[in-house]
């Protein structure tokens, strides 16, 4: 059982990554293109990650009801609807569609991200760390087709640039609908149609291994998403390095991201959730120094790839803390609550990097994230004892 849910979720993890890559990367230079105002060329983006937030409840209340099955199978279909309203877009030069497509795209990502939620219920307790850092790994092939999409499907249609791209996405989607139905069972099915009992969502909220767990999420996803939304813009619209330099970075980046999935996991085992998050909150830090030294091509390389790096240890570990602090049946409120306030953060970040980057520049945008990094660190610290915490203690080796 669940050999089958982690390869198929690895796969449509991968699906969804190329998704987000191509969305990401041409997001903010189809959006500068379009609109006037080169403060809201990050605009599709940052409405993409609102529909993340915005869905984040949404999409757990739909899974309850119907299942992870039929609900991610509607997710998919939902992308491909994005982005043939995407091309759509493209194709009539219209800024305000291609911002509600990307917002239709973001419902999409809020219920990929449910995947690593999945996986966790897929296996047993003590094979978490490894499910979820294993279907994380799909992103690496997305972070090797997404560039390639966008490189080679850019003039497929030669009347409509990048129409190509988005009409391969969609057809990737509906091969992922159709995985989706050769899920198999997962943990906590069976209690949701005996719900039991269950504590107030405030009670779960204030548990200290929770609310450093949400930290850590939002803390990785926030800064990655910030440094992450602004780099094509400084890259290409200022700098001038050329589109494919650009991808390039992006795509080392989203390897960085997913590539250390590889190990990540083993590694919660036997250095303890607190210190790998730890790590990869330095490992932001770092990114964000060296981000103020300058932005030839090679300091922004060294900058998103600590960032992906940072950002996996950071939010793979905070995923497994927040497992710890939740029963089966209070599973999809716990989720509810810590999705909206990732997103809700992240879509604030990608907002706020299209106008840090017009108004200030690259410098002032890398040490915004500085008193933040800080702030997850002290939590880790004070949480290292939590007896939830203890329960993912280092292992000796």
Known sequence: MSQ??????LVCQLISATGAIVLVT????IGARLTQNPAFATLPVSIMVL???VTAIPATVLMRKVGRKLGFSMASLCAVASVSLAAYALSTSSFSIFVAAAGLFGINMAFTQQYRYAAAESVDSAYVPRAISFVLLGAIGGALIGPE???????FFPSVQYAGTLA??????LVQAALFFALGPMHGEESDSHPGDQRPIGEIIRQPAFLVAVLGGVTAYGVMTLIMTATPLSMHIKDGFSLEETAQIIRSHVLAMYVPSLFSGFLIERLGVVRMMSIGGLALIIASVIGMQGHTYMHYWYVLVLLGVGWNFLYVGGTTMLTLTYSMNERFKAQAVNEFTVFGTAAAASLLAGTVIHLYGWYKLVLLPLPL?????????FARHD?????????AV
């Open 149 to 155: 999409l966008v490189k080679y499907g850019q003039f």
């Open 26 to 29: 041409l997001g903010g230079i």
């Open 51 to 53: 529909g993340v937030a």
């Open 168 to 173: 391969a996405l969609a057809v990737l989607y």
């Open 387 to 395: 007896p939830l915490v203890q329960r993912l203690a280092p292992k």
């Open 373 to 381: 990094l800080v702030l997850v660190l002290c939590g880790l610290f």
């Open 4 to 9: 089958r849910n982690i390869l198929i979720l």
